[in-house]
């Protein structure tokens, strides 16, 4: 027997086959022998190998960081070595920081993770672990716990490093640890067994019911009681119900849904049928950004590979359950994350909103009952049915229950994937998990929940993450993004940024937000200009005016926009204005940026004793605005100046003088 | 995969298919063609003018020719942060045209994305497919002229 395959092959009955597998059925009663099980599976998790096997991680981001070289390179020095050894590669295991990272497992010795792995280094760590078995120590992050954990004591077990002491991994447990393509390595780790639990012991109302009590909330944005959702499509008589995954991962600063869907896609898969089972839809969608094409070609393979197993289709498991999946793409609107949005946009129309009520779950897709969840959302599903509710609802705080992933960037040391149980603080997360802020700046701010979300000063770092907490201090869960920022991020700047994202994005069917936010944009741009772009006198008051209105006017768009996207388009100018006002006072009275972000309020000039003449401003100034000859000091003509910084960025010598 | 199999795959006067059948044309010729807008209006049975509706829609699709290296900036959260904007102008002022357009010479096309989803590794552009990550001014100067040299 190579694959669980064979095992559905030797007239093992369906509703039996997954319990088989795990050992809870005597395989012998059903012509299977149950040690032979136990060997197949051992080997398919690798947990008992008979040579070695290198494990790449091998996700968008490491492939970014040169996944593939690496690979290439350890295919032919094996080859060269003559080296028999299995090459696997896996999903995102979380931290990006340290990509291309490449993990290793000879018989007898633990798994071991290797950081920042290189072509060049890949002969080191043949040579040094798989031909004389020791660890290559510069390179490590850590090792897994295995058999004999005093075997290569020196390196620390991964899950002591800092970077995931404090986190919980419940949804992301298989992520970069298993390959997301093998069906059989996601069944060796116990994958499809809470579908098997759900389908064959319990009813629909009773999967209601648990997913209701286990306190699972929407992880997409709003927060709403999940189980609760679905009671309204349950209650909802149709012949035709639909269930949509919303993969439509479109917040700025957000991708964790993209290492899930990369990394771990049968528990997507998995959670969704036992929703769709639930709610007793049998046709669903999962709606996945065409900017996400290896996530799309994963979620193929994986749902041709369920198909094969039984485990979607028609008769489920034997329980008389259908349900079938479909991939549709979408193709660039953020707007799409909105649920009428969404539903258009698989009816191949617009992707506009609509006024709700009546909600998706009594009309959505083509008038019939539907019910959309995010990704995290649906890969929570499975564990709540393999732990158990009680084991669920006591992670997290009175009302978050469970674990959450938040993807971090931007200003941190330790970018990543960081999945923490809800109630965890901001502090712990950026400079516990995080590592602080990178070359050895202040942290300012954190834009939590993307261009939705807020942007949260210092005094609430140590605020306990769960829904309610965020949104109490303006800011929203979101999707999960943290975008980490120091003091050279203007923060007026960012709400420019956003603003600028939701113009461009806002649908236009409502006029709150399609009208509003220009102006909000324009009197941002407005703030952040100079003394120089002005002509006449009303500019200058028109500046004055503008921030006079801004509250005003970003309340109604709150207020009276159509949908989410508008409702909380105005967040950030919002959040922004209310910890950050200083920084506001000061590009509106003194025109000046005090981060020095905003390229228009600055002056560009040089400094006489660092030029040494070498003409690369002068080559790459796109408006000629500086002069000098060949080895004598050049000079920037303010008249012309249009302040885009190419001069600062390409100087080699320091020598341009930003105030 | 040429134009007529696409119009086999999907059924005559099937409305909701009119996204994949515009992702798939646009991935043979790189954009969409007046006339295969109006092919697929007569394919699924509706007026050009939804076709032309849903193309002008969404981010995704384009109308007009791409150049032979796709350059796809990130303007994500994170990419703005770690200097985004810089990464862009560059690419704008060394190919001398603006995020949107495609080159004289058909070479280059620079489009900006909303994000990609490698915040981790910021600012990220994309080229022909290719992902480049952690990216400075100086390293984008690098960059771009190994792909000017390629030609």
Known sequence: ?659 | MSSEVIYKKYPKNEASNLIAMLQDIQDIHGYLHEDDIIKVARHAGVPTSRVYGIATFYNQFRLTPLGKHVIRVCRGTACHVKGSLDILNILEAELGISAGETSKDLQFTIETVACIGACSIAPVIVIDGKYYGGLTSKSVYKLINEYKKKD
């Open chain 1, 1 to 659: 027997m190579n694959s669980f395959k064979d095992i559905l092959s030797t007239k093992v009955p369906a509703d039996k086959f997954i319990e088989v597998i795990n050992g809870i059925y005597d395989g012998n009663k059903v012509g299977v022998a149950a040690d032979e099980i136990a060997v197949l599976k051992s080997r398919i998790s690798l947990d008992v190998i008979e040579k070695p096997v290198i494990i790449i991680g091998m996700g968008t981001c490491g492939l970014a960081n040169g996944a593939q070289d690496v690979y290439d390179t350890f295919q032919e020095e094996l080859k060269k070595h003559d080296i028999d050894a299995e090459l696997t590669q896996v999903g995102c295991v979380g931290f990006c920081a340290e990509e291309v990272i490449v993990d290793v497992k000879i018989p007898g010795y633990p798994r071991i993770s290797y950081k920042r792995v290189t072509p060049e280094n890949v002969t080191t760590i043949i040579e040094r672990t798989i031909i004389h078995k020791e660890p290559v120590i510069q390179k490590a992050l850590g090792k897994y716990h295995d058999a004999d954990d005093t075997l290569w004591s020196e390196i620390p077990f991964i899950h002591d490093i800092p970077f995931f002491k404090i986190q919980k991994k419940v949804v992301l447990e298989n992520c970069g640890v298993i390959d997301p393509e093998s069906i059989d390595q996601y069944l060796a780790r116990g994958g499809y067994m809470a579908l098997s639990n759900a389908l064959l012991t319990k009813s629909p109302k009773d999967v209601i019911e648990d997913t209701k009590r286990a306190g699972l909330r929407g992880r997409g944005g709003g927060g709403f009681l999940t189980g609760k959702k679905w009671e309204f499509a349950y209650n909802t008589q149709n012949d035709q119900k639909y269930l949509i995954c919303n993969a439509d991962e479109g917040d700025p600063g957000a991708f964790m849904d993209r290492a899930v869907l990369e990394g771990d896609p049968h528990r997507v898969i998995e959670g969704m049928i036992i929703a769709a089972y639930a709610i007793g839809a049998s046709k669903g969608y999962i709606y996945c950004r065409a900017e996400y094409p290896l996530a799309i070609s994963r979620l193929e393979k994986t749902i041709t590979d369920a198909s094969e197993y039984g485990l979607l289709g028609k008769n489920i498991l034997n329980s008389g359950f259908n349900f079938t999946l479909k991939i549709k793409k979408g193709a660039g609107a953020f707007v799409c994350g909105e649920e009428t949005a969404l539903i258009h946009s698989i009816e191949g129309k617009r992707g506009m909103p609509r006024p709700r009520p009546p909600f998706p779950a009594v009309s959505g897709l083509f008038g019939k009952p539907t019910i959309i969840n995010n990704v995290e959302t649906f890969a929570n599903i499975p564990v709540i049915f393999n732990k158990g509710v009680d084991w669920y609802a006591s992670i997290g705080t009175d009302s978050s229950k469970g674990t959450k992933i938040f993807a971090l960037s931007g200003k941190v040391v330790n970018t990543g994937l960081v999945e923490v149980p809800m109630g965890t603080t901001i502090r712990e997360i950026i400079f516990d998990v995080g590592g602080g802020i990178e070359n050895g700046k202040h942290f300012k701010a954190v834009q939590i929940g993307g261009p939705s979300g807020g942007a949260l000063p210092e005094q609430f770092l140590d605020t306990k993450i769960d829904y309610e907490n965020l949104k109490e201090i303006g800011a929203m869960m979101g999707s999960g993004g943290l975008v980490v920022m120091d003091e050279s991020t203007c923060m007026v700047d960012l709400a420019k940024y956003f603003m600028t994202f939701i113009t461009s994005e806002s649908c236009g069917k409502c006029i709150p937000c399609r009208e509003g936010t220009k102006r909000l944009l324009e009197i941002l741009e407005r703030i952040t200009k100079s003394y120089r772009e002005e002509e006449t006198e009303i500019d200058s008051l028109m500046r004055f005016q503008g921030m006079l209105y801004l509250e005003r006017l970003a309340d109604v768009i709150r207020d009276t926009s159509l949908c989410g996207l508008g409702q909380t388009a105005a967040n950030p100018v919002i959040t922004t204005l209310r910890y950050f006002r200083d920084e506001y006072e000061a590009h509106l009275y003194d025109r000046e940026c005090p981060a020095k972000a905003c390229r228009q309020m600055l002056t560009y000039t040089i400094n006489e004793d660092k030029c040494i003449g070498c003409t690369l401003c002068a080559t790459r100034c796109p408006v000629n605005a500086i002069t000098g000859k060949r080895k004598e000091v050049h000079f920037i003509n303010q008249n012309i100046c249009t302040h885009c910084g190419q001069c600062e960025l390409n100087c080699r010598f320091d020598a341009i003088i930003v105030e």
